[in-house]
């Protein structure tokens, strides 16, 4: 999953970045409104984080051209303002949930992975599709009884499948939420992973749960597509 950062504290910034991308997603940052709205416009995140106080262009501002645009991407907002005035008028704005500052970071971690399964109409951590258990909290991989050894990468992209199980997803939407900004994009790179994860997880003499569909893209089988 990636990730947007708009926050101009950049001690602060470097810490969320790092502990992003620790548990496991790609993270672009923005040090102010502006650069932030120009991010959000141009590329595709999952969830972006939004610093109220910014330079350049205030994030209310930055949340509000967003919404007002159909950009529907999930927003959490960072606080100092803990007036309940000002949270409501963010709710009240389009913004999906709120961490007042000082916050504690194992929270917004937690925080950003609950927003990212609701937006994906996930209610519970762990994703079921066919006989495959994905523990979005542990990161763990379990098909049936048997638990899979999975590369970070790997566990990435089978996450990001078992979100949309039966919907096809292209090579391209895979690099654009599973790299930051700054990664240099090869298709080929997808075709390796998918690759190794299909030798992980078929079940011998079985269908390939994952499905690759020539020129579209590839899918996770639900036990009843034909």
Same mark, same amino acid.
């Given at each position: 999953?990636?990730?947007?950062?708009?926050?101009?504290?950049?001690?602060?910034?470097?810490?969320?970045?790092?502990?992003?991308?620790?548990?496991?997603?790609?993270?672009?940052?923005?040090?102010?409104?502006?650069?932030?709205?120009?991010?959000?416009?141009?590329?595709?995140?999952?969830?972006?984080?939004?610093?109220?106080?910014?330079?350049?262009?205030?994030?209310?501002?930055?949340?509000?051209?967003?919404?007002?645009?159909?950009?529907?991407?999930?927003?959490?907002?960072?606080?100092?303002?803990?007036?309940?005035?000002?949270?409501?008028?963010?709710?009240?704005?389009?913004?999906?949930?709120?961490?007042?500052?000082?916050?504690? =970071?194992?929270?917004?971690?937690?925080? *950003?992975?609950? /927003?990212?399964? &609701?937006?994906?109409?996930?209610? @519970?951590?762990? #994703?079921?599709?066919?006989?495959?258990?994905?523990?979005?909290?542990?990161?763990?991989?379990?098909?049936?009884?048997?638990?899979?050894?999975?590369?970070?990468?790997?566990?990435?992209?089978?996450?990001?499948?078992?979100?949309?199980?039966?919907?096809?997803?292209?090579?391209?939407?895979?690099?654009?939420?599973?790299?930051?900004?700054?990664?240099?994009?090869?298709?080929?790179?997808?075709?390796?992973?998918?690759?190794?994860?299909?030798?992980?997880?078929? =079940?011998?003499?079985?269908?390939?749960? *994952?499905?690759? /569909?020539?020129? &579209?893209?590839?899918?996770?089988? @639900?036990?009843? #597509?034909?």
């Amino acid at each position: 999953m990636r990730i947007l950062l708009v926050e101009d504290e950049i001690r602060l910034a470097t810490n969320i970045v790092n502990g992003m991308r620790e548990a496991g997603f790609a993270v672009d940052h923005a040090a102010d409104g502006k650069e932030g709205l120009d991010y959000a416009e141009q590329n595709l995140f999952d969830l972006i984080v939004l610093d109220l106080m910014l330079p350049a262009l205030s994030g209310q501002e930055v949340l509000r051209i967003l919404r007002k645009r159909k950009n529907l991407t999930p927003v959490l907002i960072l606080t100092a303002q803990e007036g309940k005035t000002t949270i409501i008028d963010m709710l009240n704005s389009g913004a999906d949930d709120y961490l007042a500052k000082p916050f504690d =970071l194992g929270e917004l971690i937690a925080r *950003i992975k609950a /927003l990212i399964r &609701r937006s994906n109409g996930a209610a @519970s951590p762990k #994703l079921q599709v066919a006989d495959l258990q994905i523990d979005t909290v542990l990161q763990t991989v379990n098909r049936g009884s048997e638990t899979i050894d999975v590369s970070p990468t790997e566990y990435r992209i089978l996450e990001y499948l078992a979100y949309r199980p039966r919907a096809v997803v292209s090579k391209k939407e895979l690099l654009e939420h599973l790299y930051d900004y700054n990664w240099e994009h090869h298709s080929n790179v997808i075709e390796a992973h998918i690759s190794n994860l299909r030798r992980k997880i078929s =079940l011998p003499d079985g269908e390939p749960i *994952i499905e690759t /569909l020539r020129h &579209r893209g590839y899918r996770l089988r @639900s036990g009843d #597509l034909t």
